[in-house]
């Protein structure tokens, strides 16, 4: 589905951040991005979507090669692959209704959006996610009004109103207390598994990404050094992507992480940690 062949970003200061990068990201496929402070996992995300522009290579999203297409045709290409964010990316004085509305900025253009005026088979889809991610009680609260757990759920379902094929995740459990981080990711995975959709998630928490990614690619220094699934994940290459470490203790916390899991349910919905 999504392709990368020999990506590379460099930087007018000359900092090389992505070096040789090769993918392949088939349908449905949730894959996490691990790897310390400055490895490029922000950079690769944003050169998918050309919000950042790679230097070389080509990236394919099915028959479309991205990295070749124009202004207008990109802007088209976007509507296939839907950003979350890590600070929510929300605008504070519109309500969640109208926020998760924004998605559909892309097919309704600016001043009917700018003017409100959403076709109605919009109106119920939103209302349909912001039941499915727990805010169907919040619809007219303002955004600034939320929680850090609520916005990023509201920031889940507006990515979602765009009928992505693609879901490009960065730091989505940055801000948020731990029950919440799993709360949020088991969210996210559950959403990809009921609309058959592949996901790029950047996090820095290895035990998150062990326990809700179906693969886990590890970056340092703009390039691959891990590329597997999470069992094949142990000290060594922990070493490899993060450098020298007592990791021995990784897979007690990853235990006590599944001990902890909750199952979803209504009262947990709402998620906190602002």
């Excluded at 590379?8 to 993918?23: P, Q, S």
């Excluded at 692959?81 to 990316?89: D, G, K, L, N, T």
């Excluded at 939320?146 to 109103?161: C, E």
């Excluded at 731990?178 to 035990?207: F, G, Y």
Aim: hydrophobic share 40%; glycine share 10%.
């Amino acid at each position: 589905m999504l392709t990368l062949s020999a990506v590379t970003k460099r930087y007018a200061t000359g900092d090389l951040a992505l070096n040789d990068i090769h993918l392949s990201l088939p349908r449905g496929q949730v894959m996490a991005l691990i790897g310390p402070s400055g490895a490029g996992k922000s950079t690769l995300i944003r050169c998918v979507n050309r919000l950042v522009e790679p230097s070389g290579g080509s990236i394919h999203l099915e028959d479309t090669e991205l990295t070749g297409l124009s202004s207008g045709r990109l802007r088209q290409a976007r509507r296939a692959m839907a950003m979350i964010f890590q600070e929510y990316a929300l605008v504070d004085r519109l309500t969640v209704m109208e926020n998760v509305l924004s998605g559909r900025l892309g097919y309704v253009g600016f001043w009917r959006s700018f003017l409100r005026r959403y076709p109605k088979t919009d109106v119920i889809e939103a209302f349909r996610l912001l039941e499915r991610v727990g805010l169907g009680h919040a619809l007219d609260k303002r955004a600034d009004a939320l929680s850090g757990g609520q916005r990023q759920r509201v920031g889940i379902a507006r990515a979602l109103l765009q009928d992505p094929r693609l879901l490009l995740v960065d730091e989505p459990t940055a801000s948020l207390d731990p029950k919440t981080s799993r709360q949020i990711m088991r969210l996210i995975r559950e959403l990809c598994a009921e609309r058959d959709l592949a996901a790029i998630i950047n996090i820095h928490d290895v035990s998150l990404a062990r326990q809700f990614a179906d693969r886990i690619v590890g970056l340092r220094g703009g390039e691959i050094v891990f590329d597997g699934k999470p069992g094949e994940l142990n000290a060594e290459i922990l070493t490899t992507i993060y450098g020298e470490e007592d990791w021995s203790n990784e897979e007690g916390e990853e235990d006590a992480d599944d001990a902890m899991q909750v199952t979803p349910a209504p009262a947990l919905a709402m998620g906190g940690g602002r």
